[in-house]
């Protein structure tokens, strides 16, 4: 391997490794049941008891199941008297409590436990992105950049920190996205080489075999199976790889290049980006298939009809089963005190407040009065930033098509558009953490716009310097916003005055405690 190659892995490993300590310290702290961890913890656990979600003791006003869990008593699930008549009707598809199930089995039902995956993909995504900033940028710089941006971001550390399956999301479709930043330059390789050493046609030739792209199909279907939104960044994605093969073959010169895309690329990318995910969201409910216990199975009554009915009556409640959650998320309307509208995530107008115990003894801080909080907020400096880059990407791309700006706008357009029809349409009930997915394309914005800042490495020196100083600049305030933001966003106990000093806007609590 090249000294380059190396750097370029062992650099964006360092830069990963400093983000996983912060992810995975005192990850069992708060020694609680955070926010919406009710519902994910439990259905994760009764996934590896049961191999399908079932009812637990107790209710919101009632939380049986999870002091039970906190006290390490593992008895939590109703007593029916037929498994069936306790099947828990669930609103997401399996494999992000799969995955949260992972981290229960390997380390117990308690705190660092059910969070273990989440710290897991969270580190993950860091070293993901920062090679894939690398390969966008050709700069292990700029890789580096974007790992350390994520890391010391405020939402991303929150929901890494907490088993929520909204990280478990952005994984996959960054991976997705990484796999297909990775197919686009494996075709173009293929594409010159061709060129050189065989007779040019009106079509160019067949690439074969594209297993980035299978992989990245394989990773958006896995996406779809934590949350249907991942639907949003499949379909965007899936387009944008087919636009990126009729550019490839317009850009070698092909007299007929569309042709040639439409009859040696679509094809393949209909398996890869439609069949593979839909095989791999179908898996990911193999548990449900293979019991007699999950929501709305009719397994006695289709078993006593032989097996062909068995499995037409499996798919049809299957896919009964897929339409009542969709009209489950259409028709969700209930009022929470920190749902927000899409307009206002990107200016962090209004955070949730995942765990803000009361009653704390004066002990604990050293003072009259003690707060412990967990704030799901980005963090400002970065985001606020990010919101310009992102229109200096527009900018950018109108003026000169660079495939990096139009792909990093994309995967942030797909991810946050999509939720004002469901604001307008379905007054549906919302929060700022909907936005997790889109974030590691809100820190390509800023890398994107660091390379612009800094210049190309032939720009003269006193231009390289002050780029370097102004990027270097920003990323200092980023992390000393992170540094003061920090108490607040993994459950450390300070004064009262220390929690609403860290309070940038009134909005980021419903009301002050006394």
Known sequence: MQEGALLGWLAPLAVALFGGVLRFARLGEPKAVVFDETFYIKDAYSLLMHGV?????????NPIADRRLIAGNLDIFKQCGQPSECASFVAHPP???WMIGLGEWLFGMDPFGWRFAAALAGTLSILVLARVARRMTRSTLLGCLAGLLLALDGLHLVLSRTALLDIFLMFWVLCGFACLVADRDRVREKLVAWYES??????????????????AGACLGAACAVKWSGIFFLIGFAVLSIVWDLGARRALGLREPYRGALTYDLPGASGAMALAPALVFTASWAGWFASADGWGRNWDRATSAGPGFFVLDSVRSWVQYQTQVLGFHSGLEDYHPYMSEPWQWPLLLRPVSFHYPTGLPPSACGADECSQAVLGV????????AALALLGLVAWYVSSRDWRAGATLLGFAVGWLPWFYYAIA???TMYLFYMIPVVPFMVLALVLMAGLILGRQDAPAVRRATG????GAFTLVVLINFWWLQPVLTAE?????????????????????K
């Open 53 to 61: 979600e079932m009812a637990t003791l107790g209710d919101a006003k």
């Open 95 to 97: 494999l992000g409590k």
């Open 198 to 215: 065989a007779p040019v046609t009106e079509l160019g030739p067949r690439l074969g075999l594209r297993p980035w792209r299978l992989a």
């Open 378 to 385: 980005g963090t400002p400096a970065l985001w606020y930033a």
């Open 426 to 428: 379905d007054n549906r």
């Open 468 to 471: 370097a100083a102004v990027v």
């Open 493 to 513: 106990t300070i004064t009262h005055a220390q929690w609403w000093a860290r309070m940038l806007m009134s909005s980021w609590v419903t009301a002050a405690p």
